[in-house]
């Protein structure tokens, strides 16, 4: 069979690489012929060539969504977190930093619709009380964004998926400053939509012309990011790859597999949840578990396979703000997950079997098991949609 070209940053592990665009004595390599199978090899090949000549029959064929632990080894770090506090305690400082961080979101939009510059500092202080409060307990934050109004405003989202990029973060262990560039990421990657026309940017394209236009967001965001100073240096770049795609199928550039960095893998997979869960037309109203299963199809293909089972765990079965229905009729809200037996959460009751609100709210841990019935204890039977039930966040524990 002939032998394909490919450019180094387009290759991905398991090709087989026959020949290169130089003598094979002017590099490290010892053997001439080889199954690219690791980082230091992609390395040097960047180092020394930019193309390579690869034999399709010698590849070495492996299944994409296959997930050993060398590949979540990858991804994770190592920082320990522990809470430090309880959902009810976090939740008015969850509160305080939300208001805070929509404040800025909102001063943000402002100066960019009217030409002028972002400011870095406000964007760095938000992060930061995000990432903050989400190491403290990642639940609190979680809740409060469910049960706040959703709105199809440019931006709207922003703070939503800063505090799941902050929460995935934490929960692949990653250093805290990691994380905070995760949460400013989340804020700042969409702030191109604020070029387009209002209408386009919230419900997303219907034709091809309008998907020309509304793809130009992602520059719009590099520039405004690249011209603001103060920020840090890698979050223009980073910004531009959050429709980036892990087959090469997404844009601007195509790019495809390790070519994406981790935080751009990650920003991708959030926002593709958040989409596929809000409300329309702003996106696909799916519950949480089938926007999970959708995006657990596209592992290996639109999404990095290891990043993709690390996200369905860190979600859960249920995740926080998940409004369930019980085996004893009543209606719940989930506000806390047990990572120790996912299926088994912290509950608050919200509406009796008759489907009056109940108050007070009635709370129940289902680890301990509590009984709905003399035999039976609680559990839950399926997911509702999250407008089922309407909770003012100040009711809860502000």
Partial sequence: MELREIAVNE????????????PWTETPFVFQGFVLKSDKQLDVLKKFCKH???????????DPTKVTAEDIAKIR??????????????????????????????????????????DSQRSHEAAAQITESVVRNPDAMA?????????????????????????????????????????MLGLLQDVG?????SELAARGPANDA???LYRTHVNHSVRILSDTPGLPPELPGLASLHHERFDGTGYPRGLRGDAIAISGLIAGIVDTFDTLTAPRPFGEHLSPANALSQIYKERGKRFHPALVEQFIQCIGVFPVGSVVELNSGEVAV????????????????????????????????LMKEPKCRPDEPYRILRSLEYDTVKIDPRELFL
């Fill in 143 to 183: 809740l409060l964004i469910k049960l706040q109004e959703k709105s199809g405003e440019t931006l709207s989202r922003a703070v939503g998926i800063s505090v799941m990029m902050t929460i995935f973060g934490r929960f692949l262990q990653l250093p805290p400053d990691r994380i905070q560039i995760l949460g």
């Fill in 11 to 22: 290759l991905t592990f398991g090709v087989y690489i026959s020949k290169l665009d130089r």
């Fill in 210 to 212: 309008e998907t020309e």
């Fill in 334 to 365: 989930v506000i806390a997950q047990n990572m120790v037996r996912r299926m088994q959460p912290r509950i608050m009751v919200v509406r009796d079997a008759s489907g009056n609100p109940m108050v007070p709210y009635k709370m129940l841990d």
């Fill in 77 to 118: 770090g190592t920082t320990v977190y522990k809470e430090v506090a309880s959902v009810e305690v976090e939740l008015p400082k969850a509160h305080s930093a939300y208001a805070r961080t929509t404040t800025v979101v909102n001063e943000l939009s402002r100066a960019v619709e009217i030409g002028n510059s972002i």
């Fill in 193 to 197: 939509k604020l070029k387009l026309p």
């Fill in 52 to 62: 390579v000549f690869v034999d399709p029959e010698k590849e070495e064929r492996r």
